[in-house]
């Protein structure tokens, strides 16, 4: 499967709090909250929800296409994500604005609190995805991320005006989007990716119930964190895939991501949805495990075992082509 990912390309900041965010919170104070947190480590790495899922694809040798809008400081970020076999042949170079920044605290017990500058992804909004697959293998499937809200509406509009099968992912952008925008986004996706959050907002949002995004999407994949992942389609009962146990929990950053890179390149390869849903959960727990949200390694051998501990040797087995080519 040729799948082009469209979405932000930025630079992680990623600090650590060694205390809880609860305990800093004065209840009947929150409308008046002033807090600035001592951290104890910054980590600074390749981020972005686009770079960060075409890099888990490219890892597991599906030659992504990577599509959004990045600064004139991207050439290094640039040669990283080819070695790692992602196509960064249509990302726009801005000649005005830097790479997008995403700066995150997370506490000791795995919340975050993140703030985003859009800086160059501003831009994505003036790619056409028209000339992105002109004189290119034509994609299987777009993968619509968390972007420029004009891009996302633009991208989402020329693949149903192209016949382009396309997966939303708006992500940490329902928070600026308003019902009719996420309604847009989400009518005729065949995947539909949000963690339970988001699930709940996007049903806030539109006004809908889970019956009627049912209607309207393939499939929606809901991350539950710790509890695994649920798959749902309309008319088949809620099914639930439990996510890797024991995992060290080093980095929250970029791990729905590793899920839908590893989801997608199961999908791609024609696995059933549950085995699809484990190698994503396989992909989360090497990224949770690890600083930075392109950190971890794709090591066939090892998702493997971690595969047979988690879900049993058969399971193993079935996922076992989808990792064929990789190290």
Same mark, same amino acid.
């Given at each position: 499967?040729?799948?082009a990912v469209t979405?932000s390309i930025?630079?992680?900041?990623l600090?650590?709090?060694? #205390?809880?965010? #609860?305990d800093q919170?004065?209840?009947?104070?929150?409308?008046?909250v002033s807090l600035?947190?001592?951290v104890d480590?910054?980590?600074?790495r390749r981020? /972005?929800v686009? !770079?960060n899922? @075409?890099?888990g694809?490219?890892?597991?040798?599906?030659g992504?296409?990577?599509?959004? @809008?990045v600064g004139s400081?991207? @050439?290094e970020?640039?040669v990283?994500?080819? *070695?790692?076999g992602?196509?960064t042949?249509?990302v726009?170079?801005?000649?005005?604005? #830097?790479?997008?920044?995403?700066m995150?605290?997370t506490?000791?017990? &795995?919340?975050?609190?993140?703030?985003f =500058?859009a800086g160059?992804m501003q *831009?994505?909004?003036d790619?056409d995805?028209?000339?992105v697959?002109a004189g +290119? $293998? +034509?994609?299987?499937?777009v993968?619509?991320g968390?972007?420029?809200? &004009?891009?996302?509406?633009?991208?989402?509009?020329?693949?149903?005006?192209l016949g382009?099968p396309? %997966?939303?992912?708006?992500?940490q952008?329902? %928070?600026?989007l308003?019902g @009719?925008?996420?309604?847009?986004?989400?009518?005729? &996706?065949r995947?539909?990716?949000?963690?339970? =959050?988001?699930?709940?907002l996007?049903?806030?949002?539109?006004g809908?119930e889970?019956?009627?995004?049912l209607a309207v999407?393939?499939?929606?994949?809901t991350?539950?964190?710790?509890?695994?992942?649920?798959? $749902?389609?309309r008319?088949v009962?809620s099914r639930?895939?439990p %996510?890797?146990?024991?995992v060290q929990?080093?980095?929250?950053? /970029?791990? /729905?991501?590793a899920f839908? !890179?590893?989801?997608l !390149?199961?999908?791609?390869r024609?696995?059933p949805?549950?085995?699809?849903?484990?190698l994503?959960?396989?992909?989360?727990?090497a990224?949770l495990?690890?600083v930075?949200s392109?950190? =971890?390694?794709? $090591?066939?051998?090892?998702l493997?075992?971690? !595969?047979?501990?988690?879900?049993?040797? $058969?399971?193993?087995? *079935?996922?076992a082509p989808?990792l064929? /080519?990789?190290?």
């Open positions: 499967m040729r799948i979405g930025a630079t992680d900041h600090m650590v709090f060694p #205390g809880r965010f #609860g919170l004065i209840p009947d104070q929150l409308a008046h600035s947190f001592l480590a910054l980590e600074v981020g /972005g686009a !770079a899922i @075409a890099f694809l490219g890892s597991l040798g599906l992504p296409l990577l599509v959004g @809008a400081d991207f @050439a970020y640039e990283w994500l080819k *070695e790692h992602v196509d042949g249509a726009r170079v801005s000649a005005e604005r #830097g790479t997008a920044r995403f995150g605290i506490d000791q017990d &795995a919340n975050q609190i993140a703030s =500058y160059a *831009e994505a909004r790619i995805l028209r000339q697959v +290119r $293998d +034509r994609p299987d499937l993968l619509v968390p972007n420029d809200p &004009a891009a996302m509406l633009r991208h989402t509009r020329e693949c149903r005006e382009l396309f %997966a939303a992912d708006p992500s952008q329902l %928070a600026r308003d @009719a925008e996420v309604r847009d986004l989400v009518q005729g &996706a995947w539909l990716f949000t963690n339970e =959050y988001e699930a709940a996007l049903l806030e949002r539109t809908w889970r019956e009627d995004v999407v393939g499939t929606w994949i991350t539950l964190g710790g509890a695994g992942v649920r798959i $749902d389609r008319g009962p639930t895939v %996510a890797v146990p024991d929990v080093t980095d929250p950053t /970029g791990v /729905g991501d839908r !890179a590893g989801f !390149a199961a999908v791609g024609e696995l949805l549950p085995d699809a849903a484990r994503g959960c396989l992909l989360a727990s990224a495990s690890t930075g392109q950190s =971890y390694v794709v $090591d066939r051998e090892r493997l075992s971690t !595969a047979a501990h988690a879900y049993g040797t $058969d399971a193993a087995g *079935e996922l989808a064929e /080519g990789t190290p």
